[in-house]
Structure formats: structure tokens, C-alpha cells
T-cell receptor, first 111, second 114 residues
Framework: GDSVTQMEGPVTLSEEAFLTINCTYTATGYPSLFWYVQYPGEGLQLLLK?????DKGSNKGFEATYRKETTSFHLEKGSVQVSDSAVYFC??????????FGPGTRLSVLP | DAGVIQSPRHEVTEMGQEVTLRCKPISGHDYLFWYRQTMMRGLELLIYFNNNVPIDDSGMPEDRFSAKMPNASFSTLKIQPSEPRDSAVYFCASSLKPHTDTQYFGPGTRLTVL
């Protein structure tokens, strides 16, 4: 079945450091790919998405590119802030309308 | 729009009691999802509805769990009888379309079963 693999956390960075959170997927066909973010005590909210190969999703300084050849959708940000501390989930919606979330990666940014 | 609304925000109950969680999706959204989040298992899709009809309930853990959507603006997730291992945060989400569309999550209900 479809699946999403994320890098293990937690990830701890200093403010203004470069962030990469790896995400790879297994799916038949052409899934849509998402990054969601969950702040403490809140529900998940969409950070960015890409619906076809080579699309780049971007929002709030975060970017991810849909790479079909490597089945990846890595999340990057050039300069993180303390306010980016949260849990980040990679997710996909498969061709069969199956919804799969990764295990989440906790990010802590220190001042 | 007020977003997805869930109630209660917190629920503490004793083992064996019935628990009912409630969700109001965003108006106009045709899809409604129920998720469970735990430290051990992460985020799990329990069931989802399209136009009030359950489409996939393969994630419902066992017969103690049931979900209904009597109309487009209301859904319930019921656990009867509840057990300590049901303790988790339960999220409701809604979307316009399933395949490419964003899911909008509610704030969640934190359930503790003693």
C-alpha cells in the first residue's frame, strides 16, 4: 500500500539555520503531496502542497519540490525562526483516494 | 468561516462509559474525516464521509467505535464501551475535494479514559 517515510526527529536548530526535513513516499500512480504543520495544542494546518511532478509548493519561506524520479518531497527553509518550532507531517493522497500521513518530525528552534 | 468545530475539547471518562465526540465541518465541504493521534501510532485515519455517506471505515479499530453523519453540518464519533487504550487526541477534518484539496483540521478532542 501507499506509505510515507519521514526523517526521525526531534530536530534541534539554532535560529537562522537552514532546515531540511526529508520525506519519501511509495505510491501507485501520481499522488498529491502535502506538508502539514502542527503547533502545540492545535490541529494540523496545511503548509504547502504539490499535485504533480516537478511542482514546487511554497509558503512562509518553506519550499518543497515534487520529485517523481526520487519519490521525494523534502521540506526546506533557508532561515528558521523560533516561531517555526512545531511538528511537521508529510502526507499524500493516492490515486485511490487513500490518505496517508507520515509519523511527523518535531522541530525545535533555539534562540 | 469559523473553521472546523469540535466538541468537547477535553473529555475525561472512566473505562466502560460511552463517549461521543462531535464535529461541525466547514460549510460547503463535501468530505469529512476522523483521525486519531497518539504518541505510539501517530496520526491514523479512522473513517471518512463523502456527502454524508461513509466511504472508507477500514481504519476504525473495532466494533466499539462507530461514526455517523446525519447531515452535512454534523458528525459524531462514538466509543462504547471506552477503554484506557482509547486515550488519544481525536481530530475531525473537512475538505472540498479529496484528491488534491487541503484538509482543514479542527482543534481536536483530547480524550482520557481512566
Amino acid at each position: 500500500g501507499d506509505s510515507v517515510t519521514q526523517m526521525e526527529g526531534p530536530v534541534t536548530l539554532s535560529e537562522e539555520a537552514f532546515l531540511t526535513i526529508n520525506c519519501t513516499y511509495t505510491a501507485t500512480g501520481y499522488p498529491s503531496l502535502f506538508w502539514y504543520v502542527q503547533y502545540p495544542g492545535e490541529g494540523l494546518q496545511l503548509l504547502l502542497k504539490a499535485t504533480k511532478a516537478d511542482d514546487k509548493g511554497s509558503n512562509k519561506g518553506f519550499e518543497a519540490t515534487y520529485r517523481k524520479e526520487t519519490t521525494s518531497f523534502h521540506l526546506e527553509k533557508g532561515s528558521v525562526q523560533v516561531s517555526d518550532s512545531a511538528v511537521y507531517f508529510c502526507a499524500l493522497i493516492g490515486a485511490g483516494q487513500n490518505f496517508v500521513f507520515g509519523p511527523g518530525t518535531r522541530l525545535s528552534v533555539l534562540p | 468561516d469559523a473553521g472546523v468545530i469540535q466538541s468537547p475539547r477535553h473529555e475525561v471518562t472512566e473505562m466502560g462509559q460511552e463517549v461521543t465526540l462531535r464535529c461541525k465541518p466547514i460549510s460547503g465541504h463535501d468530505y469529512l474525516f476522523w483521525y486519531r493521534q497518539t504518541m505510539m501510532r501517530g496520526l491514523e485515519l479512522l473513517i471518512y464521509f463523502n456527502n454524508n455517506v461513509p466511504i472508507d471505515d477500514s481504519g476504525m479499530p473495532e466494533d466499539r467505535f462507530s461514526a455517523k453523519m446525519p447531515n452535512a453540518s454534523f458528525s459524531t464519533l462514538k466509543i462504547q464501551p471506552s477503554e484506557p487504550r482509547d486515550s488519544a487526541v481525536y481530530f475531525c477534518a473537512s475538505s472540498l475535494k479529496p484528491h488534491t484539496d487541503t484538509q482543514y483540521f479542527g482543534p481536536g478532542t483530547r480524550l482520557t479514559v481512566l
